[in-house]
C-alpha cells in the first residue's frame, strides 16, 4: 500500500526488443477496466540512454507513484530507469535484470543458446528476428495472424545496446516481481530464474512463449496489480 493507504493506480508498460507497444493492448485494457491509469513506452530502441530517456519522459507525466513494468529487453531498460522518484516497484516479465556495472549480454554467460531466437543483423548493426523462426522463437503460442502481425511490425533494435553497461540497478532499492514463461524460447529457463530470484522477485509462472505479455495478459496483469497493491510508495 502506498504512504496513504491507497493502492498505487499508475502502471508505465515498457516493451523490449523486435517489438513496439503496441503489444501491450490486451494488458492495458485489464488494467485500465480494473481502474488503473496505464501508459505505454515507445523505446526507439536505438541505445539504452535513448529508452530509458523514453522511459523518463512517461514516467515525468504520472500524477503520484507507479508500477514499471518491462518485457525482455525492457528489463534492462527499467533497471536503469526505475530509480525515478515516481517508480514503488518493477515488474520483470520474461525480462533481463542486469546488476549496476553488467551489461545486458553478461545474463546469457553461462547458460545454453536457444536455437529457435534467431536474429539477422545488418550492416548498420540492427537486428531483426529471423522470419521463418519467428514464431517458434517469440510467439509459439499465439494465433497465426497474431504472430504474423508481430513479426510483420518488428522494431530492429541497435545490437550494440547488449554491450552497454547499467549505472543504476533500481530492484536494489524497490521491491520487485517476475513473471516467467516456461516455453520461453529467448531465454535459457535456468537464465530467466536465475536473474529473477538474484533480485529477491516474487515469481509467477505461467506456460507461455516469450510474448507472455501478448497471449497471456491477464496473468501478467493480475502481477502487476499486485504489485500496485503491495508496493510502498
Do not use: C
Request: charged content about 20%.
Amino acid at each position: 500500500m502506498t504512504g496513504a493507504g491507497q493502492e498505487i493506480k499508475n502502471v508505465v508498460l515498457v516493451h523490449g526488443a523486435f517489438a513496439d507497444g503496441s503489444g501491450w493492448r490486451g494488458v492495458h485494457d485489464d488494467l485500465t477496466a480494473q481502474g488503473y491509469r496505464v501508459s505505454v513506452v515507445q523505446n526507439p530502441l536505438t541505445s539504452l540512454e535513448d529508452d530509458v530517456a523514453a522511459t523518463t519522459r512517461v514516467l515525468d507525466r504520472q500524477d503520484g507513484p507507479a508500477i514499471l513494468v518491462g518485457h525482455s529487453w525492457g528489463g534492462t531498460v527499467i533497471t536503469e530507469a526505475g530509480v525515478h522518484p515516481k517508480v514503488a516497484g518493477l515488474v520483470y516479465v520474461s525480462a533481463l535484470a542486469p546488476d549496476a556495472g553488467e551489461t545486458t549480454s553478461q545474463q546469457y554467460e553461462g547458460f545454453a543458446p536457444t536455437p529457435d531466437f534467431v536474429i539477422d543483423v545488418g550492416e548498420d548493426g540492427y537486428g531483426f528476428l529471423n522470419g521463418d523462426k519467428f514464431k517458434a522463437g517469440f510467439a509459439a503460442d499465439a494465433a497465426d495472424a497474431d504472430a504474423a502481425f508481430l513479426r510483420d511490425t518488428q522494431l530492429p533494435i541497435n545490437m550494440a545496446v547488449f554491450a552497454t553497461p547499467v549505472k543504476n540497478a533500481a530492484w536494489r532499492d524497490k521491491p520487485s516481481w517476475a513473471v516467467i514463461a516456461t516455453d520461453d524460447k529467448a531465454f535459457d529457463q535456468a537464465m530467466l530464474q536465475h536473474m529473477a530470484e538474484r533480485i529477491g522477485a516474487e515469481i509467477t509462472t505461467v506456460p507461455a512463449s516469450h510474448a507472455v505479455y501478448v497471449t497471456q495478459p491477464a496473468v501478467v496483469a493480475g502481477v502487476i496489480v499486485t504489485a500496485a497493491k503491495n508496493a510502498t510508495a
